[in-house]
């Protein structure tokens, strides 16, 4: 990157010209219909309070795990390590 910039290299602002506005072909329509939609209602709070209960839990089973698998790591880690000194 440095040697491009150091020999003068730059990428344009543009890659093609930009026709001005008169000079555009007029673009089609979309049409839009309005409908109306049903009032927002808040989610029951019991439905609230499961979300959060399930979302902890697996929160605390994904970090358990986790947390066995380094544990297992470097336990590994450290036999394999300290049995390697011994030779």
């Known amino acids: 990157m440095l040697a ?11 890659a093609a010209p930009r026709l001005q506005r008169g000079l555009r ?3 089609p329509g979309i ?3 309005e ?8 989610t029951a709070l019991w439905k609230r309070v499961w979300a959060l ?5 697996l929160a605390v089973l994904t970090g358990t795990l986790i947390a066995i698998v380094v544990a297992v790591g ?8 300290s049995g390697m000194l011994k030779r």
Do not use: C
């Open 4 to 14: 491009l910039l150091s020999l003068g290299w730059r990428k344009t602002a543009r």
């Open 25 to 27: 072909p007029p673009r």
């Open 31 to 33: 049409p839009v219909s």
């Open 35 to 42: 409908v109306a939609v049903p009032t927002y209602r808040r």
């Open 53 to 57: 209960a399930t979302t902890s839990s």
């Open 74 to 81: 470097v336990s590994w880690g450290v036999t394999t390590l």
